[in-house]
């Protein structure tokens, strides 16, 4: 089961916040919005996404990766190179 699991409604609403975010922002563009206004708007939308990232880090953390570490062996070995990857990819975007 995955770690975000017993929060996943919390974080399909989060989504569909940012969707609606995006959305905006297709409908501030169409109707030729200031560009400046746009830039504001992704932004927020950036923000948005880095903490609905950074929020499934942590609970993959706190679950995946310490049930594995606790179990040891090679699947601890493999959850903590997969999670140094995923921390290494939030970092460069």
């Known amino acids: 089961m995955a770690g975000y699991s ?5 974080h399909l609403k989060r989504l569909r916040r940012i969707e609606g975010q ?9 109707e030729d919005k200031y ?11 950036n ?5 609905f990232a ?10 995946c990766v310490a049930d594995a570490t606790a179990k040891g ?4 070995e ?6 140094s990857e995923a921390i290494a990819r939030l970092v460069r975007s």
Request: proline share 0%; aromatic share 0%.
């Open 6 to 10: 017993h929060d996943k409604q919390d």
């Open 22 to 30: 995006v959305r905006g922002l297709q409908r501030m563009v169409d």
């Open 35 to 45: 560009c400046i206004d746009i830039l504001t708007q992704v932004s927020a939308a």
């Open 47 to 51: 923000r948005a996404l880095q903490s």
């Open 54 to 63: 950074l929020a499934l880090l942590e609970e993959h953390m706190a679950h």
């Open 73 to 76: 062996g090679a699947e601890a």
């Open 78 to 83: 493999a959850k903590v190179k997969e999670a």
